[in-house]
């Protein structure tokens, strides 16, 4: 909640209607193993709002790890050349792991699988902010919850706010045990459904994700279920009158562009919510705030 004033006071300057030093001299290097566009560019945008400098790679191709460098070498490489890492890698627990090599802060972006925590941040703003009370809403996540990341720390989160969460996807790619056993434990409601248009009619967030094509063992697998399901405008016609529409994009098919023009669509605030929570996060690991 702290993080959450914290970005609450930065919209200003990340909207550049107020400057900020804040990081004034520092550098934050960003390690990005696998492809990004809002988190590897939020995080540029936040460190350059607060008056920092940004130094790192938006793919490995470039860097000594196509000479067979480990990732641990790197990072113990890189903590002298900065102030922070902000990393995304295509392993689980890669960003812990760097974390142990490295005396400088390290954020995760988003490792394989595994989990998205800054996102996760960004998605509790844009709820608070689109909806007020965080663990006053039912939330349905909706998609590839076995694969995706975001789903995996935002059902956590959630839980944590007592939030009433329906869990949407096809059998196959329903969310892992351990997450929903987690989230159980700590006194969540939890229901789970297959069917998306059965389950819309009292949901106050629709969390949309992409079914994650890259993540699949087998093709032949990923393409029984791709376009499974799509949010349009007959759907919400379904929904209630002031629910919102949530996706940590990209997007594919799982929302129509229809959608956009619609008071539901909260996805572009959501991304441009990651510039503040990002502000926020940097500016308390860098302890140049508390
Ligand atoms: N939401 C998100 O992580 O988007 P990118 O993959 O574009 O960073």
Not at 139 to 168: C, E, M, P, Q, W
Not at 240 to 262: C, F, G, N, Q, W
Request: aromatic share 6%; charged share 25%.
């Amino acid at each position: 909640m702290h993080i959450l004033s914290v970005a609450d006071d930065m919209v200003p300057a990340a909207r550049g209607d107020e400057a900020s030093t804040l990081m004034a001299g520092k550098i934050m290097a960003s390690l990005f193993f696998e492809p990004s566009t809002r988190t590897r560019l939020s995080f540029a945008a936040a460190m350059n709002r607060l008056g920092g400098r940004v130094i790192g790679f938006a793919r490995p191709g470039g860097t000594s790890l196509q000479k067979g460098e480990t990732l641990a070498d790197t990072i113990r490489t890189v903590e002298s050349y900065c102030d922070l890492i902000a990393m995304r890698h295509p392993q689980e627990g890669s960003a812990r792991m760097a974390a142990e090599f490295a005396e400088v802060p390290v954020i995760n972006g988003g490792d394989g699988a595994g989990h998205h925590p800054t996102q996760c941040l960004l998605d509790l703003f844009t709820i608070q902010k689109e909806r007020g009370d965080i663990g006053d809403n039912k939330v349905a996540l909706i998609g590839d919850l076995k694969y995706g990341r975001t789903v995996h720390s935002l059902a956590y989160a959630l839980a944590l706010f007592k939030a009433d969460l329906t869990f949407i996807a096809p059998e196959q790619l329903q969310m892992p045990h351990e997450v929903v056993e987690e989230c159980q434990e700590h006194g969540a409601s939890i229901s789970f459904e297959t069917d998306l248009d059965a389950a819309i009619e009292d949901v106050d967030v629709m969390y949309v994700t992409r079914i994650q094509k890259e993540r699949f063992p087998d093709p032949e697998e990923y393409k029984k279920v791709a376009g499974i399901y799509t949010i349009d405008t007959d759907l919400l016609r379904h929904a209630k009158s002031e629910a919102i529409v949530m996706h940590p994009l990209p997007r594919v098919y799982e929302i129509s562009a229809e959608v956009d023009d619609t008071s539901a669509a909260a996805y572009f605030r959501q991304a441009f919510n990651g510039v503040p929570v990002r502000m926020a996060l940097i500016s308390l690991v860098a302890g140049v705030i508390s």
